[in-house]
């Protein structure tokens, strides 16, 4: 659980001492298990900050739409410090202009995996200090374990402290075991092509291009997106299997040395539809193949940026 | 007509139907439901989720659809119009008064959109009232109803053991021929239920003068505040049952003119070939969402053109609710000093 | 299995040395094997690999130069770590790694893509043509969701 006064105290100061003009962190949602992005500008709408395990948005993804003179202070979990190292390497923003509140980070809960056991009528959701949750729905009262809630890819996450943040608030937790990440990549590699192919078609059929995967990436900034091109037609726009299939083979291709395995592109799906099962195969080649790791710092830059005459790769001579 | 339909007698009626129809009804699909053709052995999914995530209009206008096939050479064919007989059991009175504002689109005097109109045509709408409505849905506030007649050929009415079945239209009717008569009791028990349940509903936002107050402030610094987290996706439109906005496109390597479902929520949508978009940001979309939905449908067709499902305040994937956005437009100040 | 495989082969335009290799692949590559030329495999975007795929291809190749003998320097080092990562990539979801071929052609080769090609060619037979991820081929639109 978070120490929301010193996030507050913090947020305050920046904006105070203009060190920032705005502060991106959460505020309460309208609904019980949304909690919504929020920007603030003055200190007095820094007592709306709310910073729990229902924040299930990677905040940097707004960094792109501001102008890159704006000086933006931010709240950042793990993956979030690491999506805007990516991005300040990519010159999406001059750090210089950033100022990042890191806190180390528990996880984020699918709010789908309360709805699973509570039905949908949520009344409120609190977090407890004992690793459980309090769940008022319609049907009942629930008090249901943490971890069993989380979201898939922060139950395997390997580095939920910031990495680079102006400021750490909380305490930082162990890192993540490696081989814990691996587990849906080697698993998923063990079934046999069929399998995998039929899993893959299965969960793309049930695209309506909606582009939600998209906008709530902090890696998809690109004004003009590859399904946007009519000449060369690369992907299908509509709902056909090569369209729906094209757009999860290419969008997640994109992130390649890119993503940070934050699984906001799962969360933000209305068809539940999974992906990080194609980003966190890349990621995963990044690390065995290139020594890889997105966004420990805003400078090593990605396999893909790089060149280099002694790859070892399957060609033929 | 009021009839009687005993719980234990539906899947028998469902069964009956799909000798001479297609039956589509509310089914399980991974963590959600969804309007799927009945099959042997099926299952019917009332329970697991008060409606389907992507509503009806699916099956009247599809995510995808091709128009035309054509060739290099200049050769095309028309894709044939689907005019099999067709009943969807379990439509909420949201989705199919959402129809009723559809077909204002697609049936119009001048012109008529063929593959709209024959679907319609060929279909039945049998609608389930929600006698215990939802939390987030906010049908009551915008003129519709849990159990609104609007677009239904019948609708079901939940009384524990049996449904009371009000037959609507002939189509209706004639699905219904078997069934016996309901008594003036259990008539009296449906009715109340009905306005209870609609009763039960708080209201969402204040809709007296909302439209004036959204006319008057188009220029309000309050859009650009209401659509900063904002993600610009399609999640909104794409599950509203009154959104109808579409695109074609040519897919010249399959050789089909393709109609997608597209939204004023995409930087592309008002993207002028010139390179000019009247519709810049997100502020000048986000904009533009809410007064069509609550301002210009009122101009075109006399009603909000918003059924109140709440699909988009469920899965907004951050967390926006657009209940909340009209409650603060409508504080608004009543004229605002043009800058 | 008899039907005759399908293969798309993205060549350099520099990568065959020898005119006579050049001209047999401009007039006397076999009927089933369609040519895409690009002026560098730098060139090669992994979306045209996988327009290939989703056009039905049952196998892709690319032929270009060796890492030093690239006509723009680096050219073909800059494809390879993205269209290997691409083919291992299609290959997770359904598209057999060996349906892609990379051939890193020396100056001094000659009449070696007549031989690749070929032997390409059999080993696609052997491997079936490729179902998966042939969409673009006979599925109008209309998704699960339609």
């Known amino acids: 659980m978070h120490d929301l006064d010193a996030l507050k105290a913090e947020a305050k100061r920046l904006l105070i001492e203009g060190v920032v003009d705005m502060v991106i962190g959460f505020k309460a949602g309208d609904t019980p298990l949304h909690p919504q992005p929020a920007f603030f500008k003055t200190a007095e709408e820094v007592d709306q900050l709310v910073y729990n395990a229902l924040?299930?948005?990677?905040?940097?993804?707004?960094?792109?739409?501001?102008?890159?003179?704006?000086?933006?202070?931010?709240?950042?979990?793990?993956?979030?410090?690491?999506?805007?190292?990516?991005?300040?390497?990519?010159?999406?923003?001059?750090r210089e202009s950033l100022y990042l509140i890191g806190v180390p980070c528990e996880g984020i809960i699918d709010w789908r995996k309360i709805v699973e056991q509570t039905g949908e009528e949520v009344v409120s959701v609190i977090e407890q200090s004992d690793n459980t949750v309090l769940v008022e729905a319609k049907s009942g009262y629930y008090t249901l374990e943490k971890d069993s809630l989380l979201h898939e890819s922060c139950a395997r996450c390997i580095h939920p402290n910031p990495v680079s943040a102006d400021i750490v608030i909380g305490e930082l937790l162990p890192e993540g075991d490696p081989a814990?990440?691996?587990?849906?990549?080697?698993?998923?590699?063990?079934?046999?092509?069929?399998?995998?192919?039929?899993?893959?078609?299965?969960?793309?059929?049930?695209?309506?291009?909606?582009?939600?995967?998209?906008?709530?990436?902090?890696?998809?900034?690109?004004?003009?997106?590859?399904?946007?091109?009519?000449?060369?037609?690369?992907?299908?726009?509509?709902?056909?299997?090569?369209?729906?299939?094209?757009?999860?083979?290419?969008?997640?291709?994109?992130?390649?040395?890119?993503?940070?395995?934050?699984?906001?592109?799962?969360?933000?799906?209305?068809?539940?539809?999974?992906?990080?099962?194609?980003?966190?195969?890349?990621?995963?080649?990044?690390?065995?193949?290139?020594?890889?790791?997105?966004?420990?710092?805003?400078?090593?830059?990605?396999?893909?940026?790089?060149?280099?005459?002694?790859?070892?790769?399957?060609?033929?001579? | 007509?009021?009839?009687?339909?005993?719980?234990?007698?539906?899947?028998?009626?469902?069964?009956?139907?799909?000798?001479?129809?297609?039956?589509?009804?509310?089914?399980?699909?991974?963590?959600?439901?969804?309007?799927?053709?009945?099959?042997?052995?099926?299952?019917?999914?009332?329970?697991?989720?008060?409606?389907?995530?992507?509503?009806?209009?699916?099956?009247?206008?599809?995510?995808?659809?091709?128009?035309?096939?054509?060739?290099?050479?200049?050769?095309?064919?028309?894709?044939?119009?689907?005019?099999?007989?067709?009943?969807?059991?379990?439509?909420?009175?949201?989705?199919?008064?959402?129809?009723?504002?559809?077909?204002?689109?697609?049936?119009?005097?001048?012109?008529?959109?063929?593959?709209?109109?024959?679907?319609?045509?060929?279909?039945?709408?049998?609608?389930?009232?929600?006698?215990?409505?939802?939390?987030?849905?906010?049908?009551?506030?915008?003129?519709?109803?849990?159990?609104?007649?609007?677009?239904?050929?019948?609708?079901?009415?939940?009384?524990?053991?049996?449904?009371?079945?009000?037959?609507?239209?002939?189509?209706?009717?004639?699905?219904?021929?078997?069934?016996?008569?309901?008594?003036?009791?259990?008539?009296?028990?449906?009715?109340?239920?009905?306005?209870?349940?609609?009763?039960?509903?708080?209201?969402?936002?204040?809709?007296?003068?909302?439209?004036?107050?959204?006319?008057?402030n188009f220029d309000s610094p309050y859009w650009e505040e209401v659509s900063r987290s904002c993600l610009g996706c399609g999640v909104c439109t794409f599950l509203c049952p009154t959104c109808f906005c579409f695109d074609i496109v040519d897919e010249a390597q399959r050789g089909e003119r393709v109609r997608n479902w597209d939204t004023c929520m995409f930087r592309t949508y008002s993207l002028e070939a010139s390179g000019h978009n009247p519709r810049p940001s997100r502020v000048e979309r986000t904009r533009q969402r809410l007064n069509h939905k609550y301002s210009y449908w009122v101009d075109q067709i006399n009603q909000i053109g918003c059924t109140g499902c709440g699909r988009c305040v469920r899965y907004c994937p951050v967390g926006l609710d657009i209940r909340a956005m009209l409650r603060k437009a409508h504080q608004l100040p009543s004229e605002v000093a043009h800058v | 299995m008899s039907e005759t495989p399908k293969l798309v082969l993205f060549q350099c335009q520099w990568c065959l040395f020898s005119p006579a290799d050049q001209e047999w692949v401009d007039t006397q590559l076999p009927e089933n094997i369609h040519l895409a030329k690009v002026p560098c495999t730098g060139r090669i975007n992994p979306l045209y690999l996988l327009n290939a795929v989703q056009g039905g291809a049952d196998g892709v190749m690319v032929s270009g130069c060796l890492p030093e003998q690239c006509h723009f320097k680096t050219g073909n080092i800059a494809a390879r770590r993205q269209l290997e990562e691409f083919s291992d990539y299609l290959n997770h979801i359904g598209y057999e790694q060996d349906r892609i071929r990379f051939l890193w052609l020396d100056l001094q080769d000659r009449g070696i893509i007549q031989k690749e090609l070929a032997a390409f060619e059999a080993q696609i037979t052997a491997l079936g043509p490729a179902h998966n991820l042939a969409t673009r081929v006979n599925e109008t639109a209309g998704g699960a969701n339609a």
């Open chain 1, 180 to 317: 814990l990440a691996r587990k849906q990549v080697a698993e998923f590699a063990e079934l046999s092509l069929q399998e995998r192919h039929a899993w893959f078609r299965q969960e793309a059929e049930r695209c309506i291009r909606c582009y939600a995967c998209r906008e709530a990436c902090p890696m998809c900034y690109c004004e003009e997106c590859f399904v946007d091109h009519i000449c060369p037609r690369w992907t299908e726009s509509g709902t056909t299997p090569a369209g729906m299939q094209g757009w999860h083979i290419v969008r997640a291709f994109h992130q390649t040395g890119r993503c940070t395995s934050c699984g906001a592109c799962e969360r933000a799906c209305p068809m539940d539809i999974k992906m990080t099962y194609l980003t966190e195969k890349l990621n995963d080649d990044m690390r065995r193949k290139y020594n890889f790791e997105v966004g420990l710092d805003a400078t090593t830059p990605p396999p893909f940026s790089t060149i280099t005459l002694d790859d070892k790769s399957r060609f033929v001579v």
């Open chain 1, 55 to 94: 924040c299930q948005n990677n905040l940097a993804t707004y960094l792109t739409r501001f102008p890159k003179t704006l000086k933006i202070g931010m709240l950042v979990r793990g993956c979030e410090n690491r999506s805007v190292n990516a991005l300040v390497f990519e010159g999406q923003h001059p």
């Open chain 2, 1 to 216: 007509m009021n009839l009687i339909l005993k719980k234990d007698q539906l899947n028998h009626l469902l069964d009956a139907w799909r000798k001479d129809y297609e039956v589509y009804a509310p089914q399980s699909l991974q963590n959600y439901t969804h309007f799927l053709p009945l099959q042997d052995g099926f299952e019917l999914a009332f329970d697991k989720a008060h409606n389907t995530r992507i509503p009806p209009k699916a099956l009247f206008l599809p995510t995808s659809e091709a128009l035309l096939k054509f060739t290099k050479f200049g050769g095309y064919e028309k894709v044939p119009l689907e005019t099999a007989p067709r009943i969807i059991f379990g439509i909420r009175p949201c989705d199919a008064h959402a129809m009723t504002m559809l077909d204002t689109v697609f049936e119009q005097e001048r012109y008529t959109d063929p593959h709209w109109q024959a679907r319609r045509d060929a279909t039945v709408l049998v609608g389930l009232g929600c006698h215990v409505p939802c939390h987030i849905g906010f049908c009551t506030t915008v003129g519709s109803g849990p159990f609104n007649h609007a677009g239904l050929d019948a609708i079901l009415t939940d009384l524990g053991e049996i449904f009371l079945v009000e037959t609507l239209t002939e189509k209706g009717e004639r699905l219904f021929t078997q069934l016996e008569t309901a008594s003036e009791e259990q008539s009296i028990q449906a009715s109340k239920l009905q306005q209870d349940a609609a009763a039960s509903m708080p209201i969402a936002f204040e809709t007296e003068g909302l439209k004036e107050k959204l006319d008057q």
